[in-house]
């Protein structure tokens, strides 16, 4: 348990702790007031049946003059507690009167009692305290482990091209092969910059900025620059196919697109094959690959949901987070082993 999960804890069970003692400790104090009360009246019940058969040994007598009307009620003085009773007298009344030791030792069982049921009463509420508390540190602890574990991969994730820019930029010192390397330094800066995106996206949403522009040329862009991350995978995409002109947001499909081919490729066989195809009377989108399939397909949006140990596991929650926003439609079908196809309805962006 780390640090910050211990403090958690500890103040967890304090707040609950000491404020169900508190309510505990006032409930017991008037079930005290309550039943010494209720001592004083069964006392009081007693002294009445002694004063009409005098059997009883608790109690001592005595005559005394009558100055005021007699109440029937136990009342309290310096030696104990007593009582007044009528006779045929119009001058005198009967005293029944118990000391102070004898009424404290009846009621000292009584908070004894009482004493055992509280300390019980403290022990289930620690046994409570720690559940509720194990109960409250859970969502912390999740948290803690999404987060450590969300920071390991994006550690990983960056790892990749940072070591790609470093590897190209020494290589830029030894002509000929400038170009391919700048190619590459580009396509490392697009990858940092597609996982910065996806960070964006994740924290605070994506631009609701408007455009006009042409799916299948943003298509042909960035197959064009996933071909050089993905050497051996094989981009099947007609380059000749009809025009789909959209109007949203060019920034959030652009996550959208890297995302799902980037996984595509990612996840595809030594030497596989992404599909993309345009279906402009339907105005759709379909994205298939032949890799190694997906397990859960309902599950793959779920926030850092993953399957394998790569990835951070918040690219397609992003996906579908862009989607339900503009209004995309998306399905996903997989077969394990046989590969998975993406399809996008645009028809409520695309220009009628």
């Known amino acids: 348990m780390s640090s910050a999960e211990k403090e958690s804890f500890i103040k967890s069970f304090l707040i609950f702790f000491i404020s169900l003692s508190i309510a ?62 009528s006779i045929p007298s119009d001058k005198y009344a009967m005293k029944l009167h118990v000391s102070k030791e004898l009424f404290d030792v009846r009621l000292t069982k009584v908070a004894k009692t ?46 990749t091209p940072l070591s790609s820019l470093r590897l190209n930029t020494s290589l830029l010192k030894t002509p000929p092969s400038e170009a ?26 994506h631009p609701s900025q408007k455009e006009i522009f042409d799916l299948h040329e943003l298509l042909k862009e960035r197959v064009s620059a996933l071909q050089y991350s993905f050497p051996n995978v094989v981009f099947d995409f007609d380059y000749t196919s009809e025009t789909m002109m959209i109007n949203t947001n060019r920034d959030a499909i652009t996550i959208v697109v890297d995302n799902v081919l980037g996984n595509a490729a990612k996840y595809s066989k030594d030497i596989g094959t992404v599909w993309i195809r345009i279906d402009a009377s339907r105005k759709m989108l379909h994205i298939d690959d032949d890799g190694i399939g997906i397990k859960e397909p309902k599950k793959i949006f779920e926030r850092f949901y993953k399957e394998h140990e790569r990835g951070l596991g918040i690219g397609l929650h992003v996906v579908k987070k862009i989607c339900d926003d503009l209004k995309i439609t998306i399905d996903v079908k997989s077969i394990i082993g046989q590969g998975t196809q993406f399809s996008f309805d645009f028809s409520s962006l695309t220009l009628r």
């Open 24 to 85: 505990s400790s006032l409930v017991f104090w008037f079930e005290y007031k309550q039943n010494k009360h209720a001592l004083e009246e069964e006392i009081f019940n007693e002294m009445k049946l002694c004063s009409l058969d005098f059997q009883c040994k608790q109690f001592t007598f005595d005559f005394v003059s009558l100055d005021s009307e007699i109440s029937y009620s136990l009342k309290k003085d310096d030696t104990g507690y007593y009582a007044l009773f």
């Open 114 to 159: 009482l004493f055992q049921y509280f300390m019980i009463t403290l022990i289930c509420l620690v046994i409570l305290s720690i559940i509720f508390s194990f109960y409250a540190l859970y969502p912390l602890k999740k948290a803690l482990n999404l987060t450590e574990e969300f920071s390991r991969d994006m550690i990983h994730d960056l790892n």
């Open 180 to 205: 391919k390397k700048i190619k590459r330094i580009e396509q490392s800066i697009e990858t940092i910059v597609l996982l910065g995106n996806n960070l964006k996206s994740y924290l605070a949403g």
